[in-house]
């Protein structure tokens, strides 16, 4: 009997612990969604509340930046050193710096159903909360002769983040929320080319792209997906009817609702079958102790 208990218990507790097992990667990240989509409203909150003169300031001081860029890069790829850092001026860090926290704004992305912060920089902590923008690429303010890159991890336990980067396609649309302004993107080019290869990142004249970058295939990383985006006219009301004849149900579900729902199918196929096989064994018994 102490047995049957001790089994009992054993069961359950491995139960418990697949539920454990499926349970987080869809809370952490569901955790995670929610701390982001606090630091985008505080983001929007701060703007809000900054006075017109100051944010007319910082859009100067980002354009002006981005015009210093365009004319020392002259087409080339970006201005790295010798180690291939990014050359970087002492005053970047400051640019677009609204509420000293190193957010610059925050990218939308309506297919992959996801909203991320844009920081400062590519260190690794950065890359860890959000999507890092390559120093010596223009600030993400759009304008002519302008080219931002910004990179994303994929993979990461607790955020999607870029994840799902390679199921954008030329034609899809993304958005950059800057300081009180929304700029469209509109994908027209797709490619996978080595670290190194820098060349598709450079400026061109009078053309306003910005390039969302993230390590592939997927689990190797041994190459960089670049999905170039080129700016097209925003409109609101075109935005929600096209995401609405775009996107499914399951789409537009957040992906850690997804995956919830997706562990929780597995979970009750697994417990579906134990029954089903406890179910046989107690048939076959019946059916022998009836010959018996």
């Known amino acids: 009997m102490k047995k049957d208990t001790l089994w009992r218990l054993v069961r359950v507790l491995v139960i418990l612990v697949g539920i454990g097992v499926l349970a987080y990667p869809s809370l952490s990240e569901y955790l995670a969604e929610r701390n982001s989509s606090r630091v985008t409203s505080s983001y929007d909150d701060t703007v809000a509340r900054a006075e017109q003169a100051r944010l007319d300031q910082l859009l100067a001081q980002a ?50 159903n996801t909203t991320i912060p844009i920081y400062h920089g590519t260190e690794e902590a950065v890359l860890q909360v959000g999507v890092g923008h390559l120093q010596n690429t223009s600030l993400p303010v759009g304008g002519e002769s302008t080219h931002a890159a910004l990179s994303g991890h994929r993979g990461l336990p607790t955020r999607s983040l870029f994840t799902d980067l390679d199921k954008l396609e030329v034609g899809d649309i993304f958005y950059i929320r800057v300081l009180n302004q929304t700029l469209c993107y509109t994908v027209d080019q797709i490619l996978t080319v080595l670290p190194s290869e820098m060349d598709a ?14 390590c592939t295939p997927y689990g190797i990383n041994s190459h960089r997906l670049l999905v170039r985006g080129v700016r097209t006219p925003y409109d609101p009301q075109q935005y929600q009817e096209e995401t609405a004849e775009t996107l499914s149900f399951w789409q537009r579900m957040p992906i850690q609702y ?35």
Request: charge should be negative; hydrophobic fraction near 45%.
């Open 63 to 112: 354009q002006g930046y981005n015009r210093q860029l365009a004319g020392a890069s002259a087409g080339q790829a970006p201005l790295s050193d010798d180690n291939g850092n990014p050359i970087t001026p002492e005053s970047y860090w400051d640019l677009l710096n609204v509420d000293s926290t190193g957010m610059m704004g925050y990218i939308e992305i309506p297919k992959l």
């Open 201 to 214: 990142l450079a400026i061109e004249e009078e053309k306003d792209y910005v390039t969302l970058i993230t």
């Open 258 to 292: 997804r995956h919830m729902l997706t562990g929780a199918a597995v979970l009750v196929v697994i417990l579906l079958l134990r029954w089903i096989v406890i179910a046989l064994a107690g048939f076959v018994k019946r059916r022998k102790q009836q010959h018996e």
